[in-house]
Structure formats: C-alpha cells, structure tokens
C-alpha cells in the first residue's frame, strides 16, 4: 500500500525487439615517496573525504516517452488479468548513474516517489500525470545512500539494494548482496540522512548469494502484524523448496514461507489498501520463457511458521511491454481506482530500459 512518503517540500517496439531487450539478460606509491613524512602523518589521520562532506542530492533530468499500447500483438487491448492498463512510459537521463531501479515507493496521491538503484543510490522526484495517463517524471534528485559514519555505503563494498518499505519517516532498505538492512530516518536529512544497521534474525544472513532479500514492506500499526517488517528473499528455499520470508518485529516475529511455482522469483512485494499482500514475481529460463506475474495473498493467511499462497492476478510474456521488473507498489486515486505501478531494472546495459506503468486494480 502507498505509504505516507518522508518527503522535503512540496514506446511503441515489435515482439522481436522487446525480447531482445529482455534476452540480453544477461605512480602511487612513487608519489607518496615524495611528500615529506610530517605531510603524509597529517593525512593518515584524516578521514577520507566523502566522511568530511557527504555528496550532495543533484538534480536531474529525466526524459519520458509514451508507451501507447501494453500488448504488443493486439494494441486494442487493455484488459490483463485482474489488471487494466493506464498508461506506460520509457524513462531516460543524461545522467550516468540513472538506472538499475530495483523498487518503489509512492505517497497515497501516487504522486512523490522514492526508489533506489541496486548500486546504493536514492532515486526522488513526483509523477506527472495528464487526465489519467503518467505523462512525465519533475524534481528528480540522485542522492547516494550514506552509512552511520557519512561514507556511502558502496564505499564499504555494500550494493545490491534491491528493496524498499516505509513505516513514517523511517525507510528500511534491504541490501541483497550482504544480506543486510539499513534504516534511514528522513526526517533527520530527507536522502542525506545516515542509515544504521538493524538487526535481523540468522537466517538472513545466510541467504544464498544474489538470492537474498529482494522484497520488504511494513504492515500498518492498525492491521494484524501491525509494526511488523516483512522481508522476502528472492529465492532462499526452505526444506519444502519454497521461499523463505520473515517477520521481524511486531507481534509475532519468526519465519514463514511463500510456495514457489512454475520457477518464479521474487522481486517486489506491496500492500494494497484493502490489506491484502500482493508479490510481483518474474522467471527466465531457456525451457520455461521469460515472464512476469502478481499474486495476491491474504495478510491474515501470513504467520509464523505457515505456507502461505494466493492467486495470480496478472502475467505477462514477451508480447507485452515487459522487461526485468523489480518495483512494486499501489495507491488509491481520487475516483477511488486501485493503481498498481511497476518499475523496471535497466541493470544500466543499453538494450534493457526502465519502464514505469501503471494498470487500474479490477476487483
């Protein structure tokens, strides 16, 4: 579910070229020698320069084009499932770092968003719409993720983050690469605010390689688990091969799983306002395809120690606009419309994009 966002201030392609865009996944010391010992002391004791002064937010700019029709075999149609298409766009920047958007979180309007790239930087900015159609992203700043002493984070080796939740001004990110989880108050700074570490049970970090926790949401104060963060991995497998997730905090903290059919991964999860949970999923191999779904399942099935499952609402393939989608979240409109928005992971290569698009929930 849309949260209330910790914010300062206020194409068209044929089948073949779409799943191109899919399938392409896939001297020093000398000049020390010259400085006198006294100077190379006085250096050693400082710290390095980005502890002194952190990088600030730039702002940049960010190019949209109209994605008019989201099957790429029958433009007339817009009905997917549970889902109807909206509108799309493909997001481009001069700015090199724009990219590798591996989740997403709106404020109720869907207006002002927060999102990350897998290489540790935030991402903010607010969505332009026209009538009802997104026709354009405005204020967008790239402001690097900074750890608790200032350093940004990749300066320690951490990147991979790859999950975003919400709960007030605090934001947890989930880092998939050393299996971790950072929470930034944006209340103390907005993006410049210095992330801690929180604790997490044994299990997290233990998660296979790049397959660790790729999906988090945080359950409202009013709702069963209410204050309870919900991490899922990728693909951590318990004894039953089905994805490991977990409860941390809340009432009822522990371990529960997700059943894992026809070779799906995780790659974003949301709460719809009505409470429900829904997972976008996405697969790629050379036998099953390449293809992406949304289950919804029901928050009061989810509890420690259950196998908890749900319908899929929605499934693409490469006849549609897909590509590696990893951000997930929905709002409610003025008319009362269910908007469920999806992001997509460039992975920064030439022959992927970033799409936004958003579809009307039909219950």
Request: aromatic share 8%; proline share 6%.
């Amino acid at each position: 579910m849309a949260a209330d966002l910790p914010l300062a201030g206020g194409g068209k392609g044929s089948v073949a070229s779409n799943r191109r865009h899919v399938l392409a996944l896939g001297a020093a010391a000398a000049s020390l020698a010259l400085i006198p010992v006294s100077a190379r002391a006085q250096f050693a004791t400082q710290p390095p320069p980005d502890i002194l002064t952190p990088p600030a937010p730039v702002s940049i700019t960010v190019n949209a084009r109209p994605i008019a029709s989201f099957d790429l075999r029958d433009r007339s149609r817009t009905r997917f499932g549970a889902l109807a298409f909206r509108s799309g766009l493909i997001l481009t920047s001069s700015f090199r770092g724009f990219g590798g958007l591996s989740s997403l979180r709106l404020d109720p309007k869907g207006q002002q968003f927060i999102s990350a790239s897998d290489k540790g930087t935030w991402f903010t900015g607010r969505i332009v719409y026209g009538a009802r159609e997104m026709t354009g992203l405005a204020d967008v700043e790239a402001a690097p993720m900074l750890a608790a002493d200032g350093r940004t984070i990749t300066g320690r080796g951490w990147f991979d983050t790859e999950s975003i939740a919400l709960d007030g001004s605090l934001v947890y990110v989930g880092i998939e690469r050393v299996n971790r989880i950072m929470r930034f108050d944006f209340g103390k700074g907005f993006t410049r605010a210095c992330g801690e570490e929180v604790e997490v049970p044994p299990a997290i970090r233990k998660l296979p390689f790049n397959r660790g926790l790729e999906a988090m949401v945080v359950v409202p104060h009013d709702r069963p688990l209410g204050g309870t963060l919900i991490a899922i991995s990728e693909r951590g497998l318990d004894a039953g091969r089905n994805i490991m997730a977990f409860l941390i905090g809340g009432p009822s903290p522990g371990r529960f799983s997700i059943r894992r059919t026809d070779n799906f991964d995780i790659s974003d999860a949301c709460l719809l306002p009505s409470g429900d949970l829904l997972v976008l999923e996405r697969k790629f191999s050379l036998t099953g395809g390449i293809g992406i779904r949304i289950r919804r399942i029901a928050l009061t099935a989810i509890a420690p120690g259950a196998l908890v499952d749900g319908p899929s609402i929605f499934e693409a393939d490469l006849g549609q606009e897909i590509d590696n989608f990893e951000g997930l979240d929905a709002f409610a409109n003025d008319s009362g419309d269910i908007v469920v928005t999806l992001v997509s992971d460039d992975n920064f290569s030439l022959i992927q994009r970033t799409l936004l698009l958003q579809f009307t929930l039909v219950e």
